[in-house]
């Protein structure tokens, strides 16, 4: 059956979104988002688009690399790689010979709270790309050949980002702020995670974490709802109907106030921050959203943006951005600067945060923030891949199949006020986490 719908902003042209965006009427985008359920009881939000003969369907299970078994961490990623490398009757070489042969993309994805993917396909191949996509879920493979190569592959990536900067200031950030927590370990795993992963781990992935309740579909594209319909009882009709329980615990930040010096041969520091922020379901997280692009958000606007690097150089970019995990908040920002230059960037980050808690944002910015963020919701819906993201995540944080049509007037109902609260509230210059990896002159690891 075809339920409820609501209107959302449609793809345009960029040139005219970039030229009349802020000044067409809402009407002039408005597309129909369908809830969809299968005879099957399998449910998927559609968008109709047609356009141009593609589908693009996009898909989640709740649970992520939260969940992977300590020891085994970059279990998910490292399926997520896999499902694609052989399923059912045929090996690697076959299926990614059909997938290429068909101009069919399909991939896979992990993060510390979902595990997801994403099919795109001519509709003359719709039929062979969901059959293969429902191989994939509930018969792959894992031969002995592809799981070593991208076992080898993922183990070269680590090995790497050990070299760069910038991933092991992130990865010592989470670790930090989450030491005993799964949020702490990283997603893609360790080395010595990664070596001892086995097939059996990977098969028991899929049997634990693969279910219809925990599965949430967008799809957007040439089909109605009654011709998604079988395909949604075809394609993950076969999946169990109960996944094992993917909650985690409340995540605590630990940390609070410590600078963590990781030092490296590099010219430049990579710097990252942290610091209390808000779950997507806060009712105070549209006022944080307006708050962020002002303070780092916003990009060139942003007044991160201004003090360090328009006014002092210190940084080619700087900025700052909302985390929210399902059993986290953060507010956390990042920027580049030179070694002997490090300590002063941090001092003005850490006085930009406080300016903010103590004196907070004015009218013109709360306005011009308001005008920037609504405005240019309708680049969002640019693309039919962009679309479908967009539908899980509102699946996701059960923000209700309205919400499109509500969201411009959650941001338009913030006050100042409401702003100027909530940066008192959070912004603490105090209890900001600092990870820097380089050679900083002037600073050192604190306990």
Sequence with gaps: MTGKTTTFFAPLFLLVLLVGVLFAPPQAYAVTIERVLSPGGVEAWLVRDHTNPIITMRFAFRGGAALDPGGREGLANMVSALLDEGAGDLDSKTFQGRLEDLVITLRFDAGRDNFGGRLRTLVENKKTAFELLTLALTRPRFDAEPVARIRSQILSSLRQDAEDPNAIAAKTLFKTLFPAHPYGRPVDGTLESVAAITRTGLMGFVRRRLARDNLVIGVVGDITADMLKPVLDKTFGGLKDKARPWAIPEAALQGRGRTVVVSKPVPQSAIVFAGKGLKRRDRDFYAAYVMNHVLGGGGFTSR????????????????????????AGLIFGGAGTANKRASETIAVMRGEWKRMAAKGMSEKELADAKTFLTGSYPLRFTSSDRIASMLIGIQMDDLGIDYPDRRNGLIEAVTLADVNRLAKKLLRPDQLTVVVVGRPDGVKSTN
Excluded: C, F, I
């Excluded at 943006?305 to 399902?326: F, I, M, Q, W």
């Design 304 to 327: 991160l943006y201004n003090t360090v690097r328009e006014k002092r150089g210190l940084a080619y970019s700087v900025y700052s951005a909302l985390h929210p995990l399902d059993r």
